[in-house]
Nanobody, 126 residues
Framework: QLQLVESGGGLVQAGGSLRLSCAAS????????MAWFRQAPGKDREFVGG????????DYLDSVKGRFTISRDNAKNTVNLQMNSLKPEDTAVYYC???????????????????WGQGTQVTVSS
């Protein structure tokens, strides 16, 4: 089990950038698939991006492809989400999630992840 703490959220104008970070504590971080989800008011939590345990494969929500980049540093137990060209519709609480998984497939539904952070608010103004 991992304990996850997100940081880096805030208020930014449309077209701007933010970098979210997730610090993990616990054992065997490098054996976990990591992902970012987001949840806007009144909407379901949705998958934004994920990265396999080795960092060798990534996957993204179609609407963020080309704008967001997920990365991880297994030596530092961190996963990051670089968000560029932000849009008002990116406004949400962003959550870091983890699942112990050595498969080359990145789960995209919240129920497949067992460990979650507390979330960080991202607000994009128009």
């Amino acid at each position: 089990q991992l304990q996850l703490v997100e940081s880096g959220g805030g208020l930014v104008q449309a077209g701007g950038s933010l970098r979210l970070s997730c610090a993990a504590s616990g054992r065997a971080f490098s054996s976990y698939t990591m992902a970012w989800f987001r949840q806007a008011p009144g909407k379901d939590r949705e998958f934004v991006g994920g990265i396999t345990w080795s960092g060798g494969r990534t996957d993204y929500l179609d609407s963020v492809k080309g704008r967001f980049t997920i990365s991880r540093d297994n030596a530092k137990n961190t996963v990051n989400l670089q968000m560029n060209s932000l849009k008002p519709e990116d406004t949400a609480v962003y959550y870091c999630a983890a699942v112990r998984n050595f498969l080359p497939v990145i789960p995209t539904t919240p129920g497949e992840y067992g460990d979650w952070g507390q979330g960080t608010q991202v607000t994009v103004s128009s």
